[in-house]
Every structure is written in structure tokens, then in C-alpha cells.
């Protein structure tokens, strides 16, 4: 598994001429890098008796992104195992109509999964500016900075995962399903924008 290897592994792999990893795992590693700062900023909060009125939203908070940044981590490799299975599919025999039409729907199933994991790179990368927001007041000043990183690689990380979920939806069939996961994909966005406008003025006004 990547996250288990050295990062210039990962970062060699991805240069290279390989199909994977490719824009929707390097996603989840970005997401995953901001909850990191979102965490620092946190952690240097929390224990310090200046901060002693507010330490159990900052705790909070933490818990949270610790939580999506597990999963953004987990999600860089998902991403790739996702897409060996589409690979499989795509190379599987095609000689007869029988053989024809089990590509076709292991294809449609395999595209179907590798549209949800970058959609589930847009759900927790809006958890993880949902949490840089509720810090971004009362965590120690001295890292505001940080939980800006964290906010940019948050919102950075939705919108490379938005690609990637909207390339496998121009391949997928089932009408309702692309409908919904537009529906879904246009809210997250929405949020993601909020949020992370919200955080970065905040930063701004302090520190440019």
C-alpha cells in the first residue's frame, strides 16, 4: 500500500508512465496533507490553559479531522485498487455477444466504483473544512496560518476528486444514478466554497 512506502515511491509512481496512481488519489492526498495542518493547529491548542474555555470544540474539531484525514489516507489507495479493476474489465474477452455483454456491465461496475471514491474524497474533504471553519477563530493564533493550508488543501483536494467523479459519470448508464451524484457533487461544491472563502478571509485579514 502507498501510504506504507516512502513518499518518493508514491510520488515516482505517479510521475510515471503508469495509470495509477492518477488525479483522483493524488486528491486524497492532498485532502489528507490539509487535515494534517487542521490537526497541528489543534494539537497546539489543546492542553494550553489560555485556551482552557475552548479546548473541547478544538477537541472536537480534532477528532474530526484526524477521522477524515484517516480516510482521505485510505482513499489514496482505494483510488488506484478501483481503477486495476476497471483496467481488468476493460481487457476482458470480447469475441462473442455473450462475452460482449459481461465487459459491458463489468465495465459499468467497475466505473461505478471508481466514480465513488473520488466522490467520497468530496464528502470528507467538506468534513475537513467544515473543521478547519469551526477552528479557524479560537485555535491558537499562531498557527492560523496552518489551518489555512489546511482549508486550500481541502478545497484543492474536492476539486481534482470532482474530475475524477465527473469523467466516470460520462461513461455510466443508469441515468438516476449520474443525476444524483450531480445533484450531491453541485451541494458538496457549494459547501466546500463556503467554507473554505470563509477560512481563507479569515486568514488573510490576519496575517496579508
Given at each position: 500500500?502507498y501510504?506504507e512506502?516512502?513518499?518518493?515511491?508514491?510520488?515516482a509512481d505517479?510521475a510515471a508512465n503508469k495509470?495509477a496512481p492518477?488525479?483522483?488519489?493524488v486528491?486524497?492526498?492532498?485532502?489528507?496533507?490539509g487535515a494534517?495542518?487542521?490537526?497541528?493547529?489543534?494539537?497546539?491548542?489543546i492542553?494550553?490553559k489560555?485556551?482552557a474555555d475552548?479546548?473541547p470544540?478544538v477537541?472536537d474539531a480534532?477528532?474530526r479531522?484526524?477521522?477524515g484525514?484517516d480516510?482521505?489516507?485510505?482513499?489514496?489507495?482505494?483510488?488506484?485498487?478501483?481503477?486495476?479493476?476497471?483496467?481488468a474489465?476493460r481487457?476482458?474477452?470480447?469475441?462473442t455477444?455473450?462475452?460482449?455483454?459481461?465487459r459491458r456491465?463489468a465495465?459499468q461496475?467497475a466505473?461505478?466504483?471508481a466514480?465513488a471514491?473520488?466522490?467520497?474524497?468530496?464528502?470528507?474533504?467538506v468534513?475537513v473544512?467544515?473543521?478547519?471553519?469551526?477552528i479557524?477563530?479560537?485555535s491558537n493564533?499562531?498557527?492560523?496560518?496552518?489551518v489555512?493550508?489546511?482549508a486550500i488543501c481541502?478545497f484543492?483536494?474536492?476539486k481534482g476528486a470532482?474530475?475524477?467523479?465527473?469523467?466516470n459519470l460520462q461513461?455510466?448508464?443508469?441515468?438516476?444514478?449520474?443525476?444524483?451524484?450531480k445533484g450531491?457533487?453541485?451541494?458538496?461544491?457549494a459547501k466546500?466554497?463556503?467554507?473554505?472563502?470563509?477560512?481563507?478571509?479569515?486568514?488573510d485579514?490576519?496575517?496579508?
Open positions: 500500500m501510504i512506502q516512502p513518499m518518493n515511491v508514491y510520488l505517479a495509470p492518477g488525479g483522483g488519489s486528491s486524497a492526498l492532498v485532502g489528507a496533507l494534517t495542518m487542521g490537526q497541528m493547529a489543534a494539537n497546539f491548542t492542553g494550553k489560555k485556551f475552548v479546548e470544540q477537541k480534532n477528532d479531522l484526524k477521522a484525514g480516510e482521505l489516507a485510505r482513499l489514496v489507495q482505494a483510488d488506484v485498487d478501483e481503477y486495476s479493476k476497471y483496467e474489465a481487457t476482458m474477452p470480447k469475441e455477444d455473450e462475452e460482449k455483454a459481461a456491465a465495465m461496475e466505473t461505478k466504483l466514480m471514491v473520488p466522490l467520497d474524497v468530496c464528502r470528507k474533504a468534513d473544512l467544515q473543521a478547519a471553519a469551526d479557524v477563530d479560537i493564533p499562531y498557527l492560523i496560518t496552518d489555512g493550508v489546511c481541502a484543492a483536494g474536492l470532482k474530475y475524477n467523479v465527473a469523467i461513461s455510466i448508464k443508469d441515468e438516476g444514478l449520474v443525476a444524483e451524484v450531491e457533487m453541485a451541494e458538496l461544491e466546500a466554497t463556503e467554507l473554505h472563502d470563509l477560512v481563507v478571509n479569515k486568514v485579514s490576519k496575517v496579508l
